[in-house]
């Protein structure tokens, strides 16, 4: 689509924006939504970071909807050829490389250039590539401009309230240009106030040597005809306001032109002061601002007295327009209703929660274990056992049940390569899988024939006792469900061989806690059961499980009677055995890796082949 | 982040460790260059430049002004001891250069070396092209002699291509002949490249002899372009240095803001002006401040004007905080009968999150309240943009909670509207 020179964007203008900006990237949307643009005016984001592309997940209106992400601008244009301006909040360092490459795509028909400190030399050659290309280069050091109800760069013009208080969602018949951009937000208000407000604005950026000037958009606005009158504010420093004085004695901008150069301060000033713009310094007596301010009038721009009276000028020159009938108003369009971000109505609007957590609170600076901050935690050097008691049971356990569950740790960490879950997780390991691949299939053989037995005893020696069953009923009552009791029983420890776990903790019990009434019950059904075989003795699951019940307690009223039952309920028992024993797989992984073991596969002299006859299935080959 | 002056020194030392890379090693520049500061222990100077011995010196202040043959500061053909004697005597009597006055604190020493021709070299920057000026007749009186002066014209575009400053070649340009033309066009060359190479706006050599292709830069002023610091570290170091001009020695406070904005992409800026003024604007961008300050001299309050400063680009909170501490620890060092004025002022930002700056300087404030009722400070705020709601009604209710009068107001009001008010109030 072909446009004239004098217009940079239209209502249909689309761009690409360079670096991931969320925040401006989601204002120029919302000003498209209240202008009624049919397409978003982003059509793709270039982040040199995401290599492989993506998308970027932003409102339109009250939907969603995604923008691509490229990872440079050459591929965002060659998908997007619709697309020809290009926002580059590349930073100083990157933005004249990012622009020069941009100017040399053919799609790309204006580049803003955001970032402040771009070096002299540079900006000189990017201005001079675009002018050789016949591009334009809005900036550096800007924040950019706007097409009144019509196409909105980055963060020009602040929020969605901002725009609709200066009337820059609908078009009026101003055009205005200036260095600064903070000072041309404050100038389109102005402009609202005292005419039918902003046809565009540009801010051209404060440094010396901008891409464009402020003459070639006076210009562009002179050629357009829907700009009726032009604004212009320039600044002390540099001689370009002597070209806007030329142009007015050439007659080549003949509508009317209110212009205003700050800056007058300076020269009452002793000594050199920088202002805050990098070209703001007069280094000769034409480039103060009285003698620019001189000039102008004299060439016949509406000049006021002072930036108090700059607004009153640009009425002045309105309503003479108006009485010529030259600016006919135009009718205001209806806004759409603006959506309202969750997040700064937050306070005022409520939702139910989907989801609940009583045990961490990441909100903060740091996060809290039941409360207690992160820091306390490292700084008192808290036991690990203490630590598992916030986190899994919300509460400080007492020294002793602390070093209960880390000595319980440390007894369950490991037993060797041959047991279901390091077999496993060695297994997989050879198979070339990852750390996580390994461990999982470790822990997934964790239940109640291995180190899973750990609640499962706890509950049906917990459930004997308080229904009152004496040991011999209890071991009665299992046989004759047919069920075996667990906690009881090992493949290879017995009577004569007894297992040093067991042994290491029935010891500690019976030093720390207050009592030991599970356990004493346990060993009374172990008597019993060891009568009928030397290896079904209590074993370590069944020992951990049964202390657990004497722990809590010995521990008085710190656990409730429901919390005890649902610590049973819920296998945070067996969470002891699994998180000791993470350890050791974790161990055997890094010992496959280091030893370079190779697949493993099981020997078939190791197996029993014994398959049916396909005749007995019926088949007939 | 301007174009900035630097030390003669600076700019002399950058050539000769340089001359040789940008000229293939045929052109090379004395390096005997000594500066010294009041803290420089000139009694074991010459330990590690043993040349302020053996040669006769020259020694002059290097403080980013000129003329200083024409102002009597210029010590020619001295030896050390009279160099040094020289320079203490300087450092300490007070000198008055139009108009203001200070003392002396940087001094350039270097070799008296005689020689036949003086020549004029001095390169500028504009917005298409670089230019040129070349003079056989250097010196002193160039000024006079400008019409012997050849100007030499190097666009930034050639030929529809960006203009390589390693392929422009200046030796049909210059007026001279023979071996003479071919020694001085190879400086001239080398010196143009270093001059783009290494972010110079501006560079004046008056004069330049030059010895058996050694180059002797006699006298030099340069300014450099100091947003190309990212792209020279290795040459510039950490070492080049952008002072202030001479009596404008930073004070603490200015030099604490100009770390703060060295640190930060935001930008921050304090210039003090008046440290007695009744008027302190505190005013947030690079255009709004400007603005503010000539409204206050407009109205005919310059001299009640405190600074100059200004914040922008979206300062965090803390440095805010530390901004506005330092500007209202100044505003209140000194109280009088007469009420003060600090104006927190400025246009309607773009992105700029008004209520997270203004947090800054309201815990700034509530630091120095009791300072500020001393002061009998009456604070104007007048602001806009993303959030300034939020931060106007903090800056209410701060009015009431700590008894300081404040007044608020955002975009309905004219930008400078708060400026009259002010000068009412100091007046009152």
């Known amino acids: 689509m072909s446009r004239p020179d004098y217009q940079l964007f239209t209502r249909e203008t689309r761009s690409i924006v360079f670096n991931l900006q969320t925040n401006a990237i989601q204002r120029m949307l919302d000003f498209d939504h209240v202008c009624r643009r049919e397409k978003p005016s982003v059509a793709a984001i270039v982040n040199p970071s995401a290599k492989q592309g993506g998308y970027h997940k932003v409102f339109w209106g009250t939907k969603e909807i995604l923008i691509p992400i490229y990872p440079t601008t050459e591929k965002a244009s060659a998908k997007h050829p619709d697309a020809d301006v290009l926002i580059n909040f590349a930073s100083f360092r990157s933005a004249y490389s990012t622009s020069m490459e941009a100017l040399a795509i053919s799609t790309i028909r204006t580049v803003v250039i955001i970032a402040e400190g771009v070096p002299e030399r540079r900006a000189r050659e990017l201005a001079s590539t675009a002018e050789k290309l016949g591009k334009n280069i809005i900036g550096p050091a800007t924040v950019g401009g706007i097409l009144a109800g019509g196409f909105k760069i980055g963060n020009t013009g602040g929020t969605i309230e901002n725009i609709i208080e200066s009337g820059l969602h609908r078009s009026g018949s101003v055009g205005f240009v200036s260095k600064s951009g903070g000072m041309s937000n404050e100038a389109y208000n102005i402009i609202y106030h005292n005419s039918d407000g902003l046809y565009e604005g540009i801010a051209i950026g404060g440094d010396s040597y901008p891409g464009s000037t402020l003459l070639e958009h006076l210009l562009r606005f002179e050629a357009n005809p829907d700009v009726k009158m032009l604004v212009c504010l320039g600044e002390v420093g540099g001689t370009e306001e002597y070209r806007i004085v030329n142009a007015l004695k050439e007659k080549k901008i003949t509508k009317p032109l209110v212009c205003w150069v700050t800056g007058t301060i300076a020269s009452k000033m002793t000594g050199e002061v920088q202002f805050g713009h990098a070209g703001a310094k007069a280094g000769a007596s034409n480039e103060t601002a009285e003698a620019k301010n001189k000039a102008l009038t004299e060439a016949g721009a509406m000049v006021p007295d002072s930036f108090d009276d700059y607004g009153e000028k640009i009425r002045q020159v309105y309503e003479k327009l108006v009485g010529e009938g030259k600016i006919v108003k135009k009718p205001e369009p209806e806004i759409p209703p603006i959506p309202v971000d969750f997040k700064a109505v937050s306070n005022t609007v409520r939702k139910s929660t989907e989801f609940i957590c009583t045990i961490t609170d990441d909100t903060g600076d740091e996060p809290l274990y039941s409360g207690v901050p992160m820091s306390k935690v490292v700084e008192m050097n808290m036991p690990l056992g203490e630590l598992i008691g916030l986190l899994w049971f919300k509460k400080k356990l007492p020294a002793f049940a602390a070093e209960y569950i880390e000595m319980v740790l440390r007894l369950t960490a490991d037993h060797g390569p041959c047991v279901s879950g390091a077999h496993n997780a060695i297994v997989t390991a050879r198979a070339g899988r990852d750390l996580m691949s390994a461990v999982a299939s470790g822990i997934l053989t964790i239940g109640p024939r291995f180190g899973g037995a750990v609640s499962g005893a706890a509950k049906a020696f917990s459930d004997a006792l308080k229904r009152g069953l004496t040991p011999l009923e209890f071991v009665n009552e299992m046989k004759v469900k047919g069920v075996n009791i667990q906690g009881i029983g090992h493949r290879i420890k017995s009577a004569t061989n007894p297992d040093i776990r067991v042994t290491l903790i029935k010891q500690f019990a019976k030093e720390k806690f207050s009592a030991t009434p599970y356990l004493d019950y346990a060993l009374e059904v172990e008597k019993i059961t060891l009568t009928k075989r030397n290896n079904l003795i209590l074993n370590v699951d069944g020992a951990i499980g049964v202390l657990f019940l004497d722990l809590m307690e010995s521990c008085g009223d710190l656990f409730s009677e429901q919390e005890k039952s649902e610590i049973v309920e819920f296998e945070i028992l067996n969470g002891l055995f699994m998180l000791g024993r993470t350890i050791g797989m974790i161990g055997h992984f890094f010992d496959q890796k280091r030893l370079r073991s190779a697949l493993y596969r099981h020997p078939m002299n190791d197996v029993l082949y014994d398959l049916p006859d396909p005749a007995d299935l019926g088949y007939d080959f | ?428």
């Open chain 2, 1 to 428: 982040m301007a174009v900035r002056g630097i030390r003669e020194y600076d700019g002399k030392m950058l050539m000769s460790s340089l001359m040789g890379r940008f000229s293939n090693n045929t052109i090379s520049v004395r390096g005997d260059f000594a500066l010294i500061d009041p803290t420089t222990d000139m009694d074991s100077l010459p330990q590690s430049m043993p040349w302020l011995l053996t040669d006769k010196l020259v020694a002059k202040p290097d403080m980013l002004f000129g003329k200083r043959g024409k102002n009597n500061l210029l010590k020619l053909n001295a030896t050390w001891e009279e160099a040094k004697a020289w320079i203490q005597e300087k450092m300490t009597v007070d000198t008055t250069l139009s108009g203001v006055t200070g003392k002396l604190t940087h001094f350039l020493v270097e070799p008296f070396i005689p020689h036949d021709k003086e020549y004029y070299i001095a390169m500028r920057s504009f917005r298409n092209e670089d230019t040129l000026y070349f003079s056989t007749e250097g010196g002193i009186n160039v000024e006079e002699n400008w019409d012997k002066v050849k100007e030499i014209h190097v666009p930034v575009m050639r030929d529809g291509n960006i203009l390589d400053a390693g392929n422009f070649d200046v030796t049909r340009e210059l007026p001279l002949e023979g071996s003479e033309l071919s020694a001085v066009a190879s400086f001239v060359n080398a010196l143009y490249r270093f001059y783009a190479d290494q972010g110079f706006s501006y560079l004046e050599i008056n004069p330049f002899a030059i010895k058996d292709n050694v180059v002797i830069p006699l006298d030099l002023v340069a300014k450099i372009d100091d947003t190309a610091a990212f792209e020279n570290l290795d040459s510039w170091g950490r070492s080049l240095e952008f002072p202030s001009g001479f009596g404008k020695t930073p004070t603490k406070e200015e030099a604490f803001i100009k770390e703060l904005d060295s640190k930060t992409g935001a930008s921050l800026k304090l210039t003090v002006l008046n440290p007695d003024g009744h008027i302190w604007p505190m005013i947030a961008g690079g255009g709004a401040s400007v603005i503010y300050a000539d409204t206050v001299a407009d109205l005919g309050y310059m001299n009640e004007l405190g600074m100059y400063g200004e914040y922008s680009g979206d300062p965090n909170e803390e440095l805010t905080y530390q901004y506005a501490c330092t500007v209202i620890d100044l505003m209140t060092r000194k109280s009088d009968v007469r009420g003060k004025a600090l104006l927190i002022g400025g246009g309607i930002a773009n992105f700029t999150d008004v209520a997270k700056t203004f947090t800054g300087i309201i815990r700034a404030i509530e630091k120095y309240q009791d300072a500020l009722r001393t002061a009998k400070v009456k604070i104007f705020v007048r602001r806009g943009g993303p959030n300034y709601k939020v931060g106007l009604d903090k800056m209410r209710a701060l009015g009431g909670k700590l008894g300081i009068p404040i007044e608020v107001y955002g975009p309905e009001t004219h930008m400078t509207r708060i400026v009259p008010m002010a000068i009412d109030y100091i007046k009152a």
